[in-house]
């Protein structure tokens, strides 16, 4: 069981890149799933989250606007596309599971996390 992020890397600040996070869970659908963030000497920080069915979604102040979560729940994946990035957004990003059917703030309610993909934004 686990979630495998991709698509992080070196971007120019504006630019658009898309994240992936595959899930081996036969459950995946079952479950609302979560993006959080962690930069350099901060705390880790809810970014976007989205429920099960990838209806209801709930955002960061910071990103509301320039990115969207959402999810395919046949190829159990749940995607954050970023637009118009800063260079504030650097950081590694995250997605992660709750086993709640709707998406929630707080990373202690997230019990599958993977590994990480760092996004650097170059302004």
């Known amino acids: 069981v686990q979630l495998v992020e991709s698509g992080g890397g070196l971007v120019q600040a504006g630019g658009s890149p898309r994240l992936s996070c595959a899930a081996s869970?036969?459950?995946?659908?079952?479950?609302?799933m979560g993006w959080f963030r962690q930069a350099p000497g901060k705390e880790r920080e809810f970014v976007a989250g989205?429920?099960?069915?990838?209806?209801?979604?709930v955002y960061q102040d910071s990103v509301k606007g320039r990115f969207t979560v959402s999810r395919d729940n046949v190829k159990n994946t749940v995607y954050l596309q970023m637009n118009s990035l800063k260079p504030e957004d650097t950081a590694a990003y995250y997605c992660?599971?709750?086993?709640?059917?709707?998406?929630?703030?707080?990373?202690?309610?997230?019990?599958?996390w993977g590994q990480g993909t760092q996004v650097t934004v170059s302004s």
């Open positions: 992660a599971r709750t086993r709640r059917p709707a998406p929630r703030r707080e990373a202690g309610l997230y019990d599958l």
């Open positions: 869970l036969r459950t995946f659908s079952s479950y609302a």
């Open positions: 989205i429920d099960k069915n990838g209806v209801s979604t």
